[in-house]
C-alpha cells in the first residue's frame, strides 16, 4: 500500500509538472504574441510617417519644379513641364508602393516568425505532458512488476 502511495505522489508530481509546463508555454506564446504585435504597430506608424514624409517631398519638389519653370519662362501645364512634373509624381507613386511591398514582406516575416515560435513553445509544453505520462507509467509499470511476485504466489496459493 505505502507503493501505491508513493506512485500516486510521483504522478501527482508528474501531472503537476506538466500543468506548469503548459502554463509556462501558454504564457510564453502570450508574451511573443504581445512583442510581434508592438512590433508591428511600430512598423505601421513607421509606415505612416515614411509615406507622410514622401508625400511632404513631393510637394516640396513639384513646387522647386514650378518656380524654376515660372523662372524661365514656362508655363507649368505645357508638354514638357506636365511631362516633368507627371514624371516626379509617378515616381513617387512608385516609390510609395515600393515601400508598401516592402513593409508588408516585412510584417508578413514578422507573422511566420511569430507562428514558428509559438509552434515551437507548444511542442516542448506537449513534450513535457508527454513526459509526464510515460513517468507515470513508468512508476506504474515498476509499482506492477514489484507486486507481481507477491501476485502470482498469493494466486497459487489458496487454489493448491
Known sequence: MAE??????LAAKEIAG??????????EAEAQ????????QQQALAAQIEERRRQEQLKRERAQRLARFGAQGIAS????AEAVLGGLTAEST???????????????SSLLDLADRNRLTLLRA???????????????TDL?????????????GPSD
Open 126 to 140: 506537449a513534450e513535457a505532458r508527454e513526459k509526464a505520462a510515460f513517468g507515470i507509467a513508468g512508476a506504474g
Open 33 to 40: 504574441n504581445t512583442a510581434v504585435a508592438q512590433q508591428l
Open 77 to 80: 501645364d505645357t508638354g514638357s
Open 144 to 156: 506492477w512488476r514489484r507486486n507481481e511476485p507477491r501476485r502470482a504466489g498469493g494466486a497459487s
Open 94 to 108: 512608385r516609390q510609395g508602393a515600393e515601400n508598401m511591398r516592402q513593409r508588408s514582406l516585412a510584417m508578413s
Open 4 to 9: 501505491f502511495a508513493t506512485f500516486a505522489v
Open 18 to 27: 506538466a500543468a506548469q509546463a503548459d502554463r509556462r508555454a501558454r504564457a
